[in-house]
């Protein structure tokens, strides 16, 4: 099935700063999410963008669906932004699969 | 938000007995799915549904079964819970299998 691997796995920021994590994915995709998990286990809908680049306030996210890959950026970071980072796709008739996530934490 | 609502909440049982999750919707999604969630490993899909009676395995199904007797309500059911299933368990939704999919707000599962 299709692979999907986020990085970095680990991301410590100081608040304010700006930041880019990846996903990349083994196959094409139909449908590719990026989630935010906060520290009390909600997972939120942060984008739904199989292609293309989207913005929402401090959040963009841009997929390059021919290479295979998308980042989401976080400019001015704050300290709710912190929590984990999830991107997952739907290749075929498959579900979504997840990546393992990165873990992001902002410090004041 | 969408309206999905998973119970119970928090649980504890015992190795050895019967455990039912039971996630109900509002939006009349045609799509529902049971997520496991655990240390190291991300989300991983258990069973998922694309209609009344219909469903699919996932990637870590073993263990587990589904039932959906109509739209708004998928029931997940180990049958003889193991300590490996002790999990915070994830239901979601989707109008169909390539859009927007919303989770619920997940069930913490403690076998002893």
């Known amino acids: 099935g299709i692979q999907v691997e986020q990085s970095p796995p680990d991301l410590i920021l100081q608040e304010g700063a700006n930041s880019t994590l990846r996903c990349n994915f083994s196959?094409?995709?139909?449908?590719l999410q990026w989630f935010h998990q906060n520290p009390w286990g909600q997972l939120i809908n942060l984008f739904y963008?199989?292609?293309g680049t989207k913005q929402n306030g401090r959040l963009s996210a841009t997929t390059v669906a021919t290479e295979r890959y998308s980042l989401l950026y976080i400019s001015s970071s704050q300290t709710t932004d912190s929590g984990v980072y999830f991107c997952a796709v739907v290749s075929g008739n498959t579900p979504l699969v997840f990546g393992k996530g990165t873990r992001l934490s902002v410090i004041a | 938000d969408a309206g999905i609502t998973q119970s119970p909440r928090h649980k504890v049982t015992e190795t050895g007995t019967p455990v039912t999750l039971r996630c109900h919707q509002t939006?009349?999604?045609?799509?529902m799915y049971w997520y496991r969630q655990d240390p190291g490993h991300g989300l991983r899909l258990i069973h998922y549904s694309y209609g009344v009676k219909d469903t699919d395995k996932g990637e870590v199904s073993d263990g587990y079964s589904v039932s959906r007797s109509k739209t708004e309500d998928f029931l997940l059911t180990l049958e003889s819970a193991t300590s490996s299933q002790t999990s915070v368990y994830f239901c979601a939704i989707s109008l169909t299998g390539g859009n927007t999919i919303y989770f619920g707000e997940g069930s913490w599962l403690t076998v002893v």
């Open positions: 196959d094409s995709v139909n449908n």
């Open positions: 939006e009349n999604h045609r799509y």
């Open positions: 963008i199989p292609s």
